[in-house]
């Protein structure tokens, strides 16, 4: 360990903030994504042997390193990694690829400053590459692609290279040329300095340079051209050097690097990782064109100037400024994945947790290598590494003492499905309730809470997949020996017309009195959940009551008197009153809230309002009638088709609701060949036929509760 | 401003016809327009249009994506409500969403056979029977007449006409008829031809073909912001 840490502090010396790419890999699930890091720790040294994703040798690739990914081939938690290329220094932070997990693609992108884009240069650019790209672009993060298997059947990197540039909007540009494809993938022709590579050795280490092929200089030669003229204009030096033919390697690189930065071009890097082709220029791609730290501006909240945003600056010097964007259980305590955007965070350094204000002392640091770790005593701006035994939920931001700034907030969604479960014995109960505090402080988009009526344990998340894996991750890591209901869909209550109300609460019948009258209207709107306005004149509701009754109305808001969904969209305009000078108290007028609410709820013509997912299937075209179909039955809006030659995207807009189980049906209605994604879109009213038979459900369940 | 107002506001009508539904079905019409002058804006609220009349309009775009086409009907609409003020304007959209459906080609990979196929796919699981159809960026260079003529009785078999939007190059001179070369080969088989015509910092609108009889009048012209139709009303 002594020997690895004076490395690291030796490496860490030398190391120049400009030498630094924190960077992400991003993709559609099963593009290759996984194979490519553990590539690329291969080559940088970092793992002596290489392993398959889905783990035939039993050791899986070491970016998975949760047992479940290892065992259904994609990626869930993202963990984070650095290697050394070139003499720079790179962070990755391996993505998840499926859209039930974005919150945690959402939260790498935010700490990273670029991107390596994969797509399968036989699917293409697929519905999660677009999903991922809309994130990326959220979050300005500069990015490069790579076509991944072209050793595969019906590769095609021209073809996904349109695609970028069609489906995605990408001024997407060939650095190389495929030597050969499928079967006869042999190497690539590097476009800059007109060489062929092709990949020597057991595991494609050796990297031979050759002269083209005479049968690709033509082609080659075209394509350099290309990529100089979409280069050359972002750089007057590179632009004059064509005209003169005085074009240098720097040159080109220069000008495609300044475009790339700000997101005016997408190089295009082509291989096939597991076959061990292409992924040494991919490396050299990556500490070429994306950015550095100092070249990406990060903004952090002043809360002493009223959230303020303010620059931060990459300066060891300054006061410290990090972000935890992950967090994991060890077996040592929990691990908090950390990036340091201004200052120096060092062991025994007492830090402030800027959410809830508390002194927290650094005890160790660690630099990950997927679930291996190695110790450090500091973490400088623009470096990512973990905290050890530090109570932090993840998007915790902590500060010096001397500064009270937050970064700013991620975008969290609310969930939309939720299922109860319940452990089946006392040791599980204990297993879970650990489990699920873990979950949620790692996750923002799961939650957990108790229904008080029926005294279930609720889980709610993004999707299907997203609380399955969480009840298969309390079932494996922690052993819980749970049963788990049905999914249930959040829906919402809301009204479509304005009512008036004039209510009186009156209890003065023996001992304490109670009084008080509300008068007002309640009426639809529809961009906030709530409002409440006060117009009483003339004192009718003495002031010191007015906060009771919005209280009153506000509890309403949590379970609406239709369904006991929650209940939004709603104005409440309190106008009259009345109150007695002995008996009026803040609980009479709160309870006159409620009884006002009540009664005037079913005035306003409420109704039920579901979640509406937006889902993208990519479909074989002999299929889309087919596919078409299936979302049509389940109430679903087809918003459009876009044809591809041999595949087909549809797009819909379908009620979550009946959206269960649908893999199955998608599954066996194409011969399996159809994949789908789904994310959350709207609320949207539910049809009057099906709002009568969920209340006729939600009545029989609430029977059977009482 | 009331839907059934906003109806009235059609960019026919403003043009002087007198219904909303100039074409009957099998009837074809034509925006002809140089790159970036506002063909699609055009098509766009003539689809709104239908869609408030409760039609559905198929939007067939070739050189678009579906994401693409969306963010035209979003800001086209977004542009109508604001302009005439129209109330419940989130209501409203989401009331003529489903009146809509959008297919995307690539320019080689359309054909009347797949787009009949498609269409089939469609209408016989009872999922969307177009009333009107857009083609936007059908390639007009090409030798399209049997194209066309395929298209015509297609659309007389189902009951819809289309309108398709036809891009004039700046250094295309006019053919004899007024239209641009490639479009006169075929200018028998449309109803009616409208043209978009850049001049100085205004667009105005010329009818070439099936215009009513009053519009030279008063040119119209459409506002280079919006890209709507000026109202003069």
């Known amino acids: ?706 | 401003m009331l839907k059934q107002d906003l109806i009235m506001k059609n960019p026919l009508r403003l043009m002087g016809h007198q219904t909303d539904d100039i074409l009957c079905d099998g009837g074809f019409g034509a925006v002809i327009a140089r790159a970036g002058v506002g063909k699609t804006a055009l098509v766009v609220q003539l689809s709104i249009n239908a869609q408030l009349r409760k039609q559905n309009v198929l939007h067939i775009a070739l050189k678009d994506p579906v994401k693409k086409v969306c963010l035209w009907y979003d800001e086209v609409f977004r542009n109508i409500v604001e302009h005439y003020n129209v109330s419940d304007q989130d209501k409203l959209y989401e009331e003529i969403i489903p009146y809509r459906f959008i297919m995307t080609f690539r320019v080689e990979g359309f054909s009347v056979p797949v787009l009949e196929e498609r269409l089939t796919d469609l209408m016989e699981q009872g999922i969307f029977v177009p009333k009107m159809i857009i083609i936007d960026g059908f390639p007009f260079h090409d030798d399209v007449r049997t194209s066309l003529d395929e298209l015509k009785t297609m659309a007389k078999t189902h009951g819809f006409h289309i309108w398709f939007t036809v891009t004039a190059h700046r250094h295309d001179m006019p053919a004899t008829n007024g239209f641009p070369p490639d479009f006169s080969q075929v200018a028998d088989l449309f109803d009616t031809v409208i043209q978009l015509l850049p001049e100085g910092k205004e667009i105005l609108i010329k009818s070439l073909k099936g215009g009513p009889e009053n519009m030279d009048d008063s040119p119209l012209r459409l506002n280079t912001s919006t890209l709507l139709l000026v109202d003069h009303s």
């Not at chain 1, 620059?311 to 077996?331: I, N, Q």
């Not at chain 1, 179909?629 to 876009?642: A, E, F, K, Y």
Request: one cysteine or more.
């Open chain 1, 1 to 706: 360990m002594n020997k690895i840490l004076a490395e690291v502090k030796k490496k860490s010396m030398k190391t120049d903030i400009k030498h630094v790419r924190n960077i992400g890999i991003s993709a559609h699930i099963d593009s290759g994504k996984t194979t490519l890091t553990e590539r690329i720790l291969f080559y940088t040294k970092r793992i002596h042997a290489i392993h398959d994703v889905r783990g035939k040798d039993g050791v899986g690739a070491t970016m998975d390193s949760m047992e479940l990914e290892k065992e259904r081939g994609i990626t869930i938690a993202s963990a984070a990694t650095y290697c050394q290329w070139q003499n720079h220094e790179i962070n990755i932070i391996d993505t998840p690829g499926h859209v039930d997990f974005t919150i945690e693609v959402e939260r790498a992108l935010r700490v990273l400053d670029g991107a390596v884009l994969v797509l399968c240069s036989v699917g293409g650019v697929q519905s999660q590459s677009i999903t991922v790209d809309q994130q990326m672009k959220r979050y300005k993060v500069p990015c490069i692609a790579f076509v991944n298997k072209c050793d595969r059947v019906g590769a095609n990197p021209d073809r996904v290279i349109r695609q970028l540039r069609d489906r995605l909007g990408h001024n997407a540009i060939a650095m190389q040329l495929p030597i050969g494809l499928e079967a006869n993938h042999e190497g690539v022709v590097d476009l800059v300095s007109m060489t062929a590579c092709y990949f020597d050795g057991p595991n494609g280490e050796i990297v031979r340079e050759e002269p083209i092929p005479d049968d690709l200089i033509d082609l080659a030669t075209e394509k350099r051209e290309e990529l100089i003229d979409a280069a050359s204009m972002f750089s007057d030096d590179l632009m004059e050097a064509a005209l003169e033919d005085t074009i240098t390697e720097d040159l080109i690189i220069s000008a495609i690097r300044k475009a790339t930065l700000i997101r005016e071009l997408t190089p295009v890097f082509i291989g096939s990782a597991y076959k061990n082709k292409g992924v040494q220029p991919l490396l050299d791609g990556i500490t070429q064109l994306l950015p550095c730290p100092l070249d990406i501006q990060n903004e952090a909240l002043d809360l002493d100037q009223d959230e303020t945003p303010v620059s931060l600056v990459s300066d060891p010097d300054k006061p410290l400024v990090a972000l935890a964007f992950k967090l994991e259980e060890g077996p040592y305590g929990q691990l908090s994945y950390i990036r340091v955007y201004q200052g120096t965070l060092s062991k025994g350094d007492t830090i402030i947790n800027v959410r809830n204000e508390k002194k927290v002392k650094v005890g160790r640091l660690i630099r990950m290598h997927a679930n291996q770790m190695e110790e450090i005593d500091t973490i400088r701006p623009g470096y990512i590494g973990a905290l050890f035994g530090i109570d932090c939920a993840s998007g915790d931001t902590f500060v010096d003492r001397d500064i009270n700034y937050t970064m700013t907030s991620m975008y969290v969604p609310d969930p939309v499905i939720s299922l109860a479960i319940s452990p089946n014995d006392h040791q599980s109960e204990i297993s879970m309730a650990k489990a699920l505090n873990r979950f949620s402080k790692e996750d923002p988009t799961f939650k957990t809470y108790v229904n008080d009526e029926t005294g279930e344990t609720l889980i709610s998340g993004m999707g299907e997949l997203h609380l399955d894996v969480y009840i298969e991750r309390m079932r494996r890591e922690y052993k819980v020996a749970l049963t788990a209901g049905a999914p249930k869909v959040a829906y919402r209550e809301t009204i479509t017309k304005r009512a008036d109300f004039n209510y009186i609460h009156k209890k003065q019948t023996g001992g304490a009195g109670q009084f008080g009258r509300v008068a007002g209207y309640i009426e639809p709107v529809s961009d906030e959940p709530f409002i409440f306005e006060n117009q009483v004149t003339g004192g009718a509701i003495p002031t010191q009551f007015i906060p009771a009754c919005q209280k009153g109305f506000e509890k309403c808001m949590e379970k609406g008197p239709l369904l006991r969904f929650p209940v939004t969209g709603i104005k409440v305009v309190l106008n009259d009153g009345a109150s007695h000078s002995v008996d009026s108290s803040e609980m009479a007028f709160q309870a006159a809230a409620v009884g006002a609410f009540k009664e005037v709820y079913h005035k306003a013509a409420p109704v039920i309002h579901e979640p509406i997912m937006k889902v993208v299937v990519e479909t074989p075209t002999e299929f889309q009638g087919t596919v078409m179909g299936t979302l049509n039955q389940r109430r679903g809006m087809i918003v459009g088709t876009q044809d591809e030659g041999p595949m087909c995207v549809i797009e819909a807009q379908v009620p979550l609701a009946e959206m269960f189980g649908y893999s199955t049906l998608l599954r066996s209605s194409t011969q399996g060949k159809a994949q789908f994604t789904m994310e959350f879109a709207t609320y949207r009213q539910v049809p009057k036929n099906i709002a009568d038979e969920i209340i006729r459900k939600v009545q029989e369940e609430n029977k059977h509760v009482a």
